[in-house]
């Protein structure tokens, strides 16, 4: 196991535009044939994807990982829906997918929501595109007026286990989106730009929503 162990140095120097296919596929098929020996294989399997981010790191450059935009999409009820987006190219796709296996996305998203938003959040998909959750009671209804508490997004280091923290940094992955849209259900919404912080907001709905609050 101590073979895997990849040494992280600041000195390592990336060099942009090399292909990395051939590795890639050699050590995926070690690993495919390790997983009928005996061991820690979650420990194991970590290991041989730092060692193919590794790779990455010497062959593409380091790219960043941003949302393009997280939309929250309230009903009447006060619940809502979450959309997150983001855009990937070829390569940040394979590093995406590699990065997910060494770190639960999934739970890193619905820890970060819950701890901005101190809701309840289920996450109902994740995928290289998008990721979408369900928010308990994201908006106090009080008759027609809809009011959202203020929300600040924490940062991703302090979501990871401390080993996996450099994973982060090197992929300067950034859970801050561009835009943050709050949609009511009425069609009103308020957009903020590259903001860590979001505004309490205060609604009434539209006379034709009223009835159905």
Do not use: C
Not at 66 to 78: K, M, N, Q, V, W
Not at 95 to 119: F, H, N, P, S
């Amino acid at each position: 196991r101590e073979s895997l162990r990849v040494l992280h140095h600041p000195s390592l120097t990336l060099h942009p535009g090399t292909e990395t296919t051939g590795y890639s596929r050699y050590l995926v098929i070690i690993y495919t044939s390790m997983i009928h020996h005996q061991g820690d294989l979650m420990q194991i399997f970590v290991r041989i994807i730092v060692l193919l981010l590794s790779f990455l790191f010497l062959s593409t450059g380091v790219s960043a990982f941003s949302l393009s935009s997280i939309t929250y999409t309230l009903a009447e009820d006060g619940n809502g829906i979450v959309d997150l987006q983001y855009q990937l190219n070829g390569t940040e796709k394979l590093q995406y997918d590699l990065i997910t296996k060494a770190l639960d996305m999934k739970v890193i998203g619905k820890k970060e929501l819950e701890k901005a938003l101190q809701r309840e959040v289920t996450v109902t998909s994740l995928t290289s595109e998008s990721v979408q959750l369900n928010v308990i009671d994201m908006a106090e209804v009080n008759g027609t007026t809809m009011t959202t508490s203020s929300f600040t997004y924490v940062p991703v280091e302090s979501l990871v286990d401390p080993s996996l923290s450099w994973i982060v940094q090197r992929f300067d992955i950034n859970f801050i989106p561009h835009t943050s849209t709050i949609m009511f259900p009425d069609g009103y919404q308020e957009t903020f730009t590259d903001a860590d912080s979001i505004p309490t907001i205060i609604h009434t709905l539209a006379s034709e929503n009223q009835g159905q609050v």
